[in-house]
């Protein structure tokens, strides 16, 4: 059991690093073509944080655990610091992304912006600087951080929604592309789907166990192939977000062509 | 937060061929703009053209 959830884990999470660099070069490239800063803020948030950040993340993890965690060489835990640099450093990118998105000329969403980046980069340095990379459980500083790790994708999800809404709108009308309108809500999915993957990691944490202790296995099989599951779904919607498939674009095209038809 | 050009040039037609006050008359196109998924600060002059 726990060989399996584990093997769902680390092949969902490996398929999804290697989905947000695709993503992440498509969109630099072009943002490139077009000059505008979101598509380059929302690329580089995925190479950070999914890409670069939980690829390089469960690759020292993987490593560090097969040489003994705590007999390790150092160099696995300047490649879990690296892995954790990327991730935040892709948490701003995604928190700017949002924010020129949805709520370019809002006071508010620019103030929250820069304190979600700040509360990260202060609880996190803490951590570091505390012994939080060893630390078999995390200190109050890693939960200052948690804070915005666990709730940032949140903001997106309830934007995306919101002009879902809006979208649907326009469609009745006639001022907006069906296919385009979906993929709000397609955003709104793979966001939730992202905010329970990165809870549930921390269930075990929740619950009191040790990070890494054998205690933990039983209920860190069931939290790895539940965010495994979510991690796959997150990929699907993605998928279809960016690289919508003759299929899903015909659901949106045929009712229109029809019309026309008759 | 300012408002599109289309927006003020539409209240403003709005106001001078009825009876409608400023106030009313942007309101009024708010609500229209509100229930069509649209905002004032960037709705477009095509998309005026067919909430209007």
Known sequence: MVTLAG???LLSTAVFSVLAIVIGVRLITLSRRTQRVPERSLGLGFI???????????FAMIGKRAAGWDDAPSYYSWLLMLGWVFHNLGVLFMLDFVHRVFRPDEGWART?????GLVLWVGWLADM???????????HFYWVAFAVIGTYPL?????????WGLMRK????????PLVANRFLLWTIASMTTVASIWLVEVPTFLGYERMSSAAEQITSITMLCTAAFGIATICTY????FPPAWYQARFRA???????? | MADSAAFTHICDALESETSFSRIEARGTIRLALKSAGLAANSVTPEQIKVVV
């Open chain 1, 7 to 9: 093997s769902l884990y």
């Open chain 1, 48 to 58: 950070g944080t999914a890409g670069l950040g939980y690829g390089l993340l469960m």
């Open chain 1, 112 to 116: 929250l912006k820069y304190t979600m």
């Open chain 1, 129 to 139: 600087s505390t012994g939080g990379l060893a630390a078999t459980r995390p200190s």
């Open chain 1, 155 to 163: 903001w997106t999800a309830v934007e995306a929604y919101r002009y």
């Open chain 1, 170 to 177: 326009r469609v009745a009308l006639g001022l907006a592309d």
């Open chain 1, 239 to 242: 998928w279809l977000t960016f």
């Open chain 1, 255 to 262: 009712p229109a062509a029809s019309e026309t038809g008759s």
